[in-house]
Every structure is written in C-alpha cells, then in structure tokens.
C-alpha cells in the first residue's frame, strides 16, 4: 500500500529518489520521506501529505559522490500520518523504509523496550531498524545484523536499510510485498514497482519471497533460506502507463484482479485466531450505543445496505441505512445511542461528509469506515477504521466495496464479542469464512474467459435486471450500478422477491435477468422467483453453484457453505461482466463519461 525506492551510485540522489516516489505516489499519499548516506554523511527529510510537501523542504539538499539513498511515500496502517510515523525510520545510526505489515512488531517492540531501546513513533517499521542496531551493537557485522533482523520477522515486507555501519551499502529483504532490483551499469536501483525505476535503470530482477541481500559497490548479493542464490536480470517495459496497469488492460481490471490481496491487507492484524481486534477503536467505544444508522453515497451505500443485514443478523444490533442526500434533507430523528456509520472510498463525498456533520451536531457518536487517511470525512469521525483498499484509479469502485463489506462484516463479528452474541460455533465459522475469502476472489482464469465469451450476448435489449435475496440484493444493486457506470446500458437492482410487484411486467426475451442464485441462503425462493421471470420469456443468466436449467445463460460458482464466500465470488462475476460489456462496447472502462472519482460537490 506504499510506495519505496533505492539508489546505490555517484548521480545526485535527492531527485533520483523524488521522482521514483512521484510514480508510486498513486499508491499512498499521505506522508513522505528520504534519506541518504554519502561521504560518511547521514540526511533526512521527512513531510506530512503530498510530496511537493517533501520536495519543498528538501529544496537545498544536494548529495555528492557515491552514496546510499532510500525513499518511502506511505498509506498509513499503523499510527496516524504524522512525520514522526514517515519513513525512513531511524535508529541511532540506520534507517529503513519498508511496506507490508509486521506482525509481531509489539513483542519485539516489548523486548527492546526493555532493553532500553526508546521508540519515536507507533509504527510497526520502526522496530526493524532497533532490532539491526541491537544485533550491531553486540558486535555482529553489519550483514549477518540483518540477517538476523529478517529471522525474527513476521508478517509481509519489502525493506530497505542503510547504515553508517556499511556505508555505499543498501541491505533489502521481500516477504509478500513487492521489491526489484534494477540496474544500469554499476548503479543499483530498487522500488517497490518498476514504473519508480523505467527510463533511468535498463534491466531488473524482480525478487521472490523470502529472498535478501544486499548492494555494494555496484553489486548484488542475493540470498535465500538455502544460501547464496544466483539471479538473471530481464529488461525494463518502456511504457509507464502500461507498468502502472501491471500489464493489465485498465486500472479496473487491475484492481477487481487485487481484490483477493487487499481483503488479506484488510483483515492483517485485525482477523485473529479466535476474535477480531480493531486497535484503531477506543476501549469502550461502544458503550451507550444500542442502534447503528449507516450513511453513504452509490457504491458505499451497498456496502452498508449489506452491512446492515450483517450487523442486525451477527451483532444483533438495530441498524437502518441511508443514501446521504436524502438524510441530510429528510429532517431525521436522531437519538444519542445511536452510532453514525460513514463509508466513503475517497473520505471526501461532500453529501457523506455533510450528513457527518449533522449527525455530530445531534450529539452522536462516529463512526467511518474509509479508504483515504487523513481525508476530510476521517478528520470529522471520532473514530475511522481504514479499509486499506489502496488507491482505487478506476472511476467505477470495485476493491474499495470489497474491502467495505469485509471490514463491514469484521465489525458486525466484534460487536457480537461484546456480549456474547454468537455461540462458539458459529463465531468460529464466521471467522474460518473469513479466512478463506482471499481466496474466494482469485480471478481463475477460465471463467474470465468465459465470461468475455459470454458477454457478447449482452450489448443490447431494453434493459438488464440483476435481482438477489438477503446480502445478494445489495450486491444485485451494485453489479447492476458497475454495468450502467461504464457500458451505459439500462441497468437496475432488484430485491428478487419484489419483482412480482410490477417490474415484471417488463419481462420478454429482450429484458436480460441477471440472477444471483447462491446455494446456501434461500436458494429454493430465488429459484421460484426467477422460474415466474422464466415462464414470461426474460433471457436469464444464472449465476449459481447449482446448474439451473430454466437458464439461458449460466456461469457456475464454487459450492460453499458460508453465504459470504458466495457473495464475493459473485461480486467479482458482476464485476468482470460489467468489464467485459463496457470493453466490447469500446468505452472507456477507467474513465466513464459523465462521472468523478471523488464527489466534492452535492
Ligand atoms: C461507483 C462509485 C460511486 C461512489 C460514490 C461514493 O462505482 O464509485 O458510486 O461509491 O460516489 O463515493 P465515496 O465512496 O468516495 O464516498
């Protein structure tokens, strides 16, 4: 969810770095930092929000001869955006730059502590560059201190680390998160995405887990659990546009194919062995609070629409939802056990931002769940768990609703802790579903190709209805959202059981019913109910475990027990549908017409 880079070599380092941190920004923006060892000299600058904040006040500096550089732009998981939480981290006489999460950084932090070892920020990086140090400090030399480091690591890393211990020397480690090594001549390079490195380095080595090293005097040393390993580099793509896409066709695809990553970033740390844990949220919280009312705009009003049936079915608790620009003007009666619930992708929705306000200004207590740290719609909630989605380019929302719902169903599973809501049992099984729907979103290929196969069928017709039951309502609502956003085809969200009550009436072979019929939740009614759809001559695509032979149409699904495991397996058919129509139609998937990808106005 961060952005780093590296150079080893003689050039001005200052602007290598800077720029590098430029092309990552899109991928975390709200703190920024660097530092640089050249001629037995140690610098660093570090600045809260955008970059130009960092060139700005690193607008002097200049770095001569050879020398060891590191830089950082970051998306905050632990600790506010603040400086002291900016990377580089510094010790006494390192620092380190590192993306992904340490999971057991507090009972390293608790053994350092103790060794008198003084911590400057609430990060879990920090700990790394005190563990070198200490290592250091009892005599080791500088590369087994970091070999030891990385042994007592656990959780996902990319890491950089410079020491005055070995000068001209970069040490960097992978573990689940991104890292390449790029060279031109003897200068080394690193970043956590080749776009930091195209145009200045010419060929790279794109590191495997569990492999470090370190560079020094313009070469590579590369490790592994076995020993020295050897590496072969392959050149550099030239196109930066297609880097950032990571080879994908747009910025969308990208992201629905990240879906199954970033729901494991959204659960690290937080999706225990036997609980859930929100460190974010102050003890006691919740107290006083006896009804939830969730407010949000499109994509993020069916995240709480599917909240809600989580939060009353898990937690017990009441909770309504609401589309912000009909609160905001409805003259709403609020109480103060009521708990406000914003979701917002951005944090900046002015109608989600402004109903915020209202809520606050009745006296209740906030809550958002937030993709953007530091975002208007944060700053204003007395509390905000972040979805760590990343940044989201594509205009139509696709891992940004991902991570809502998860966090959405976390949050209905921590409220049930409280008093014991659940029975040991079905909280157990709640959290094995959990554990299993990274993989639930893997995008196989054979049913991405049968769905673009599919989708050729469906660039006309008057109009399409996805309909579902239960969760799969607020979910038919958003696949049919996705599919009018960016094939500008008719497209609605129906409650399956409602479409007798008129809407039916639509129903011929040029009306496409889009028909999630999941195995475990209330298979027999939506079978009935698209069977009524059938018999009045709808063309149906089914998509269900179960074939459906009334289907014209159908795109199988894993049998699972839990409906969640359902819901998101069936998002991200509605997800590559909508893809695929909109690809076929030849518009512009990531930036559809007519649309913003932050509405800051009402
Ligand atoms: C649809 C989409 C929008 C947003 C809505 C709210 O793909 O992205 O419907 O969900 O504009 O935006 P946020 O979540 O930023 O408050």
Not at 265 to 270: C, F, P, S, V, Y
Not at 553 to 577: P, R
Request: proline letters at 3%; a negative charge; aromatic letters at 10%.
């Amino acid at each position: 969810m961060c952005g780093i880079v590296g150079y080893l070599g003689p050039k001005e380092k200052k602007n290598i770095l800077l720029d590098g941190l430029q092309e990552l920004e899109y991928r975390g923006y709200d703190s920024a930092g660097i530092a640089v060892i050249s001629q037995g000299k140690l610098q660093h600058f570090k600045a809260v929000g955008k970059l130009e904040n960092l060139r700005e006040k690193a607008r002097d500096f200049r770095s001569e001869g050879l020398g060891a550089a590191i830089g950082h732009t970051r998306w905050a998981t632990h600790g506010k955006p603040t400086e002291l939480n900016a990377h580089p981290h510094v010790g006494a006489f390192s620092y380190v730059v590192h993306n992904g999460i340490i999971e057991n950084y507090q009972e390293l932090k608790k053994e350092l502590e103790a060794q008198g070892v003084r911590f400057l920020s609430q990060t879990d990086t920090e700990t790394i560059v005190h563990l070198f140090e200490a290592f250091i400090n009892k005599g080791m030399e500088p590369f087994e201190a970091f070999r030891q480091t990385i042994a007592r690591l656990e959780g996902a890393y990319a890491i950089l680390l410079i020491s005055e211990a070995a000068p001209e020397t970069i040490f960097f480690a992978k573990n689940g998160s991104p890292l390449l090594i790029a060279f031109d001549g003897d200068e080394v390079y690193f970043a956590s995405s080749d776009t930091a490195v195209i145009g200045k380095a010419k060929e790279a080595y794109y590191l495997e887990d569990g492999e470090y090293g370190f560079a020094s005097a313009g070469e590579v040393r590369l490790f592994d659990r076995d020993g020295p390993k050897a590496f072969s580099t392959q050149p550099l793509p030239s196109d930066k546009a297609m880097a950032q896409k990571d080879g994908y066709r747009f910025f969308m695809e990208k992201e629905i194919y990240e879906q199954s990553s970033v729901i494991g970033d959204t659960m690290l740390g937080r999706v225990l062995d036997e609980t859930i844990e929100f460190e974010e949220l102050p003890a006691r919280f919740f107290e006083g609070i006896s009804r939830i009312k969730i407010c949000a705009c499109g994509t993020s009003y069916h995240a709480g629409l599917t909240g809600s049936y989580l939060l009353e079915r898990l937690a017990k608790v009441p909770c309504d939802v609401e589309i912000a620009s009909e609160f905001r003007y409805k003259e709403p009666l609020l109480s103060t056990d009521t708990l406000f619930i914003t979701i917002s992708q951005s944090g900046e929705t002015a109608d989600t931002l402004e109903a915020l306000k209202m809520a606050k200004r009745a006296g209740l207590k906030s809550l958002t769940i937030c993709n953007v740290d530091n975002s208007s719609i944060v700053r204003e909630s007395d509390a905000a768990i972040l979805t760590r989605a990343g940044i989201e380019k594509g205009v139509a929302s696709t891992k940004a609703f991902a991570t809502q719902v998860m966090v959405l169903w976390m949050l209905s599973l921590y409220l049930s802790q409280r008093d014991d809501k659940l029975d040991r049992d079905r909280r157990r099984r709640e959290l094995d579903a959990m554990r299993r729907t990274p993989k639930a979103l893997v995008v196989e290929e054979k049913l991405h190709e049968r769905i673009h196969r599919l989708s050729k069928r469906y660039l006309h017709g008057h109009g399409f209805f996805f309909i579902g039951r239960d969760i799969f309502f607020p979910l038919a609502l958003e696949g049919a959202l996705k599919l009018k956003e960016i094939s500008y085809l008719h497209a609605e969200g129906y409650p399956a059981g409602e479409m007798k009550h008129g809407p039916i009436a639509l129903a011929d072979a040029e009306l496409f019913t889009i028909a999630l019929m999941p195995r475990s939740l209330l298979y027999d009614k939506i079978k009935s109910n698209v069977e009524e759809l059938s018999a009045r001559d709808a063309t149906i695509l089914a998509i269900s475990p179960e074939p459906f032979e009334l289907a014209d149409d159908f795109i199988g699904t894993q049998h699972s027990e839990h409906s969640m495991l359902e819901f998101f397996e069936m998002m991200v058919v509605t997800q590559l549908l909508a893809l695929e129509i909109s690809i076929r139609l030849g518009n512009d998937v990531d930036m559809p017409r007519n649309l913003a990808k932050s509405v800051t106005v009402e």
